[in-house]
């Protein structure tokens, strides 16, 4: 399976942007990059996902490198209520809607933002 | 909104007890999970579901059974509960790109 890696921590200014970064360098044609995070005392919460172009969506951005060995999450006002956990999480695609097993996320250790008023 | 409820947010139990968690969707998800979340290891899967009485283990199964009996409801099951199955438990359903997260169970067996 293809891996990710991401910082342990991130600190960050209330109302500045945030770019959250994720390496995926063995990343495979096929595979979605997906975001969720989780807040203190919470389940996890879907942010957004992407295969190759840059997307956009009311909680965030994804941008993605031309050759998707990297991409980072761009928060663009930090607010108290982003301070979390945020995992970076590869989906191969060629499993999607299949049936059995496609949707599995294999969640890594993630990066904690904090977030300083 | 699509709503993940589980049965309870805490639970103290006993080690050898029989011990049901409980997890409901209201989307009509296909797709259900089992995850357990400890520090350090991060979020692991235990069990999933495609639909009403399939099932497939996940990463960590041993310990675990599962039952999934109407779309809606699947519920976690530890035959007899140990001091190394204390953790938080995650429930979630999906449909195509999203998973729902309940708001978790944290399990303690002493």
């Known amino acids: 399976d293809a891996k990710t890696t991401q910082p342990n921590s991130m600190e960050s200014n209330e109302e500045e942007p945030v770019h959250l970064p994720c390496n995926h360098s063995t990343i495979s044609g096929t595979d979605y990059i997906h975001w969720y995070r989780q807040l203190p005392s919470q389940g996890p919460e879907y942010v957004i996902h992407?295969?190759?172009s840059n997307v956009n969506n009311r909680m965030a951005s994804l941008a993605i490198a031309e050759d998707r060995k990297s991409s980072t999450l761009i928060l663009h006002r930090a607010t108290l209520r982003d301070a979390a956990v945020y995992y970076c999480?590869?989906?191969?695609?060629?499993?999607?809607?299949?049936?059995?097993?496609?949707?599995?996320?294999?969640f890594g250790k993630g990066t904690k933002l904090s977030v300083i008023p | 909104d699509v709503k993940v409820t589980q049965s309870s947010r805490y639970l103290v139990k006993r080690t050898g007890e029989k011990v049901f968690l409980e997890c409901v969707q209201d989307m009509d998800h296909e797709n259900m999970f089992w995850y357990r979340q400890d520090p350090g290891l991060g979020l692991r899967l235990i069990y999933f579901?495609?639909?009403?009485?399939?099932?497939e283990k996940g990463d960590i199964p041993e310990g675990y059974s599962v039952s999934r009996e109407k779309k809606e409801r699947f519920s976690l099951i530890l035959e007899s509960a140990s001091t190394n199955q204390t953790s938080m438990y995650l429930c979630?359903?999906?449909?195509?790109?999203?998973?729902?997260f309940g708001p978790g169970t944290r399990l303690t067996v002493l």
């Open positions: 992407g295969l190759t």
């Open positions: 579901s495609y639909d009403v009485k399939m099932k």
């Open positions: 979630a359903s999906s449909f195509r790109d999203e998973q729902f």
């Open positions: 999480i590869l989906r191969d695609v060629q499993y999607a809607y299949s049936g059995a097993g496609s949707y599995q996320l294999t």
